[in-house]
Nanobody, 116 residues
Framework: VQLVESGGGLAQPGGSLSLSCEAS????????MGWYRQAPGEQRVSVAT???????EYSSAVKGRFTISRDDGKNKVYLQMNNLTPEDTAVYYC???????????WGQGTQVTVSS
Protein backbone atom coordinates (compact mmCIF):
# COMPACT_ATOMS: atom_id res chain seq x y z
CA VAL A 1 0.00 0.00 0.00
CA GLN A 2 1.27 3.45 -0.88
CA LEU A 3 -0.04 6.63 0.73
CA VAL A 4 0.14 10.18 -0.61
CA GLU A 5 -0.85 13.07 1.61
CA SER A 6 -1.96 16.54 0.65
CA GLY A 7 -3.07 19.61 2.50
CA GLY A 8 -1.54 21.15 5.56
CA GLY A 9 0.38 24.41 5.59
CA LEU A 10 0.12 27.47 7.79
CA ALA A 11 -2.87 28.55 9.84
CA GLN A 12 -3.51 31.12 12.51
CA PRO A 13 -4.64 30.10 15.99
CA GLY A 14 -8.35 29.42 15.87
CA GLY A 15 -8.19 28.68 12.19
CA SER A 16 -8.82 25.52 10.20
CA LEU A 17 -6.90 23.24 7.87
CA SER A 18 -7.72 19.99 6.16
CA LEU A 19 -5.58 17.02 5.22
CA SER A 20 -6.25 14.23 2.80
CA CYS A 21 -4.49 10.97 2.07
CA GLU A 22 -4.97 8.70 -0.90
CA ALA A 23 -4.09 5.02 -0.81
CA SER A 24 -3.05 2.92 -3.77
CA UNK A 25 -1.89 -0.61 -4.26
CA UNK A 26 -3.41 -3.44 -2.24
CA UNK A 27 -6.18 -1.27 -0.79
CA UNK A 28 -8.63 -4.15 -0.36
CA UNK A 29 -6.83 -5.33 2.78
CA UNK A 30 -6.96 -1.97 4.55
CA UNK A 31 -8.89 -1.80 7.83
CA UNK A 32 -7.96 1.24 9.89
CA MET A 33 -6.73 4.48 8.36
CA GLY A 34 -5.77 7.60 10.17
CA TRP A 35 -3.24 10.17 11.22
CA TYR A 36 -0.30 10.45 13.56
CA ARG A 37 1.67 13.60 14.26
CA GLN A 38 5.18 14.33 15.41
CA ALA A 39 6.28 17.65 16.85
CA PRO A 40 9.98 18.60 16.96
CA GLY A 41 11.80 16.65 19.65
CA GLU A 42 8.76 14.53 20.47
CA GLN A 43 7.54 11.05 19.66
CA ARG A 44 5.03 10.32 16.93
CA VAL A 45 1.57 10.05 18.48
CA SER A 46 -1.82 8.98 17.21
CA VAL A 47 -4.29 11.73 16.37
CA ALA A 48 -7.29 9.98 14.87
CA THR A 49 -8.21 6.65 13.30
CA UNK A 50 -11.23 5.48 11.36
CA UNK A 51 -11.97 1.82 10.79
CA UNK A 52 -13.67 0.14 7.87
CA UNK A 53 -16.84 -0.27 9.94
CA UNK A 54 -16.96 3.48 10.54
CA UNK A 55 -15.79 3.45 14.14
CA UNK A 56 -13.54 6.39 14.99
CA GLU A 57 -10.95 7.06 17.66
CA TYR A 58 -9.49 10.43 18.64
CA SER A 59 -6.74 11.50 20.98
CA SER A 60 -7.92 13.59 23.89
CA ALA A 61 -5.85 16.49 22.56
CA VAL A 62 -7.95 16.83 19.40
CA LYS A 63 -11.34 15.37 20.30
CA GLY A 64 -14.08 17.86 19.56
CA ARG A 65 -11.86 19.91 17.23
CA PHE A 66 -10.74 17.42 14.57
CA THR A 67 -12.94 15.19 12.44
CA ILE A 68 -11.74 12.16 10.54
CA SER A 69 -13.62 10.66 7.62
CA ARG A 70 -12.96 8.27 4.77
CA ASP A 71 -14.23 7.58 1.28
CA ASP A 72 -13.53 3.97 0.41
CA GLY A 73 -14.69 4.52 -3.16
CA LYS A 74 -11.80 6.95 -3.60
CA ASN A 75 -9.44 5.15 -1.19
CA LYS A 76 -9.05 8.38 0.75
CA VAL A 77 -9.02 9.46 4.37
CA TYR A 78 -9.51 13.04 5.47
CA LEU A 79 -8.77 15.06 8.58
CA GLN A 80 -10.64 18.30 9.16
CA MET A 81 -8.86 20.36 11.81
CA ASN A 82 -10.72 23.24 13.43
CA ASN A 83 -9.92 25.64 16.23
CA LEU A 84 -6.21 25.03 15.75
CA THR A 85 -3.70 25.96 18.43
CA PRO A 86 0.10 26.30 18.26
CA GLU A 87 0.30 22.94 20.06
CA ASP A 88 -1.10 21.33 16.90
CA THR A 89 2.07 22.28 15.01
CA ALA A 90 3.68 19.06 13.82
CA VAL A 91 4.37 16.86 10.85
CA TYR A 92 1.23 14.83 10.22
CA TYR A 93 1.58 11.30 8.89
CA CYS A 94 -1.16 9.27 7.27
CA UNK A 95 -1.25 5.55 8.06
CA UNK A 96 -3.13 2.54 6.76
CA UNK A 97 -3.38 -0.66 8.76
CA UNK A 98 -3.80 -3.92 6.95
CA UNK A 99 -6.29 -6.36 8.40
CA UNK A 100 -5.22 -9.41 10.39
CA UNK A 101 -2.15 -7.55 11.61
CA UNK A 102 -0.40 -7.81 8.27
CA UNK A 103 1.33 -4.48 8.65
CA UNK A 104 1.07 -0.71 8.47
CA UNK A 105 1.89 1.69 5.66
CA TRP A 106 2.94 5.30 6.21
CA GLY A 107 2.71 8.43 4.15
CA GLN A 108 5.63 10.79 3.70
CA GLY A 109 4.29 13.39 6.13
CA THR A 110 2.93 16.89 5.68
CA GLN A 111 3.76 19.94 7.79
CA VAL A 112 1.08 21.76 9.75
CA THR A 113 2.13 25.02 11.39
CA VAL A 114 -0.14 27.08 13.60
CA SER A 115 1.22 30.52 14.29
CA SER A 116 0.12 34.13 14.38
Amino acid sequence: VQLVESGGGLAQPGGSLSLSCEASGNVFNIDGMGWYRQAPGEQRVSVATIFRNGRTEYSSAVKGRFTISRDDGKNKVYLQMNNLTPEDTAVYYCHADLEYGLGRAWGQGTQVTVSS
